[in-house]
């Protein structure tokens, strides 16, 4: 039998293999040292930001705050009284229509007779009479109590003052229900500045009143 040389079919040996370490050269190690330093002070700033509120918004919130005004009762020589929530005196005006939602004062009687107004809502302690607001000419609430517009009278100088009482007739305090009163107190104050009365003009405002 003819005989065949026997041929081994053996890959070759593969190409040794050399173990390659990674070493960052010099500029490589300087981006990362440079990259770590970044995000460290990136990270320190971002803590210290939001540790608290910005002055900004603090100022914001603060400038937003809107006056709200109060009515409530004090004593006087003429008995209970309505008076703003820093103890001034407040009145009515017999011109005046109550319930009409509008004044009757204006000009020279508006400057003797300041309107009370409010911005927002009026709140009202130890009130009986139904408290409300309506609009000026001039845009502003000015507060009402059973219908009757409220006023200051600019010769009250501090809380307490009563000085407006009864001037020309026509101008009066409130008891806590809204009602004018009219009537004489019923025990006169021991020193009771003088206000000038003699003369009245058609707004309801003396002489010394303007």
């Not at 919130?61 to 103890?87: F, Q």
């Not at 845009?139 to 009563?162: H, I």
Request: charged fraction near 15%; proline fraction near 8%.
């Amino acid at each position: 039998m003819p005989t065949h040389p026997l041929v081994l079919d053996v890959d070759p040996q593969p190409a040794p293999t050399r173990a390659v370490t990674d070493r960052p050269g010099p500029r490589r190690l300087g981006a990362v040292l440079l990259t770590v330093t970044l995000c460290a002070g990136l990270a320190a700033c971002g803590t210290s930001a939001s540790s608290g509120p910005s002055s900004s918004t603090t100022s914001t919130a603060a400038a937003g705050t809107t006056a709200v005004g109060a009515i409530s009762v004090a004593s006087s020589s003429h008995g209970s009284i309505v008076v703003d929530g820093k103890g001034r005196t407040l009145y009515m005006f017999t011109k005046d229509t109550s319930g009409s939602g509008a004044s009757s004062c204006a000009g020279r009687c508006a400057q003797a007779w300041p309107a009370f107004t409010v911005e927002g809502t009026p709140t009202a302690t130890g009130i009986k009479g139904d408290v409300g607001v309506l609009t000026t000419t001039d845009g502003k609430k000015q507060v009402t109590l059973g219908g009757w517009p409220l006023y200051y009278f600019a010769k009250d100088a501090a809380a307490g003052d009563v000085l407006g009482q009864d001037v020309g007739k026509v101008w009066f305090v409130l008891d806590p229900s809204g009602t004018p009163v009219t009537a004489s107190p019923s025990a006169a104050p021991s020193v009771a500045p003088s206000v000038d009365t003699t003369s009245v003009d058609d707004n309801g405002g003396s002489n010394g009143g303007y």
